[in-house]
């Protein structure tokens, strides 16, 4: 188990400047968004969950709080999971999808917090805490499988990187996914109760 712990931290450390470009990157995009480069990309979005809003109104007529709960804590677990092992495999096809998804993710935050005011990033912070580690671990991963993909054909370690980025994945990432999901599954369901 110590050893387990050793090598986690030394492949986490091993990650470091995949995971310093990630987070830059994604601060870009954030600030970005919140200029609003991206305003017509997004503006859609909104709507889009506006009208998805709407149906949870009608699901929370229809069913107790905790379905409502289960509902939510599988969707968004689902979806995170399935959003980082996308960004550990594509890592694969040269980094573009974990480099788009940064910069898609990060644009969408920043637009938001200028349409809804800065509250978006006090909503994100109770989940966002175990949440956003996970995702930037998954694109700091599917950035370090690019970049091996890119190395010479006798130098090459995919599988060896590939099993060390799953391992971490199943040991790590999805850890902090189930606790976020959790978190903003607990949020989701007071803010429907309690809130007009």
Not at 47 to 68: C, H, K, M
Not at 94 to 110: D, R
Request: a negative charge; charged letters at 15%; aromatic letters at 14%.
């Amino acid at each position: 188990m110590a050893e387990d712990v050793v090598s986690l931290r030394g492949y986490l450390f091993s990650l470091r400047y995949y995971l310093l470009f990630v987070c830059i990157l994604f601060a870009a995009a954030v600030g970005m968004g919140y200029l609003e480069f991206f305003s017509e990309l997004f503006s859609e979005s909104l709507a889009w969950l506006q009208q998805l809003s709407e149906g949870i109104e009608d699901l929370t007529e229809r069913y107790p709080s905790w379905v409502l709960f289960l509902l939510f804590f599988v969707v968004i677990f689902l979806n995170n999971a399935f959003t980082c092992v996308l960004n550990i495999l594509t890592g694969l096809l040269l980094g573009i999808f974990p480099i788009f998804s940064t910069l898609l993710n990060g644009g969408l935050l920043g637009w938001l917090a200028h349409e809804e005011g800065l509250i978006v990033f006090l909503a994100i912070v109770p989940h966002g805490m175990f949440e956003l580690p996970a995702y930037f671990i998954s694109l700091a991963i599917g950035l370090r499988l690019a970049r091996e993909a890119l190395r010479p054909k006798g130098s090459r370690q995919l599988k060896v990187e590939l099993g060390e980025g799953l391992r971490v994945y199943l040991r790590l990432i999805l850890p902090l996914l189930f606790v976020a999901a959790l978190v903003e599954s607990v949020l989701i369901v007071i803010g429907i109760l309690f809130m007009p």
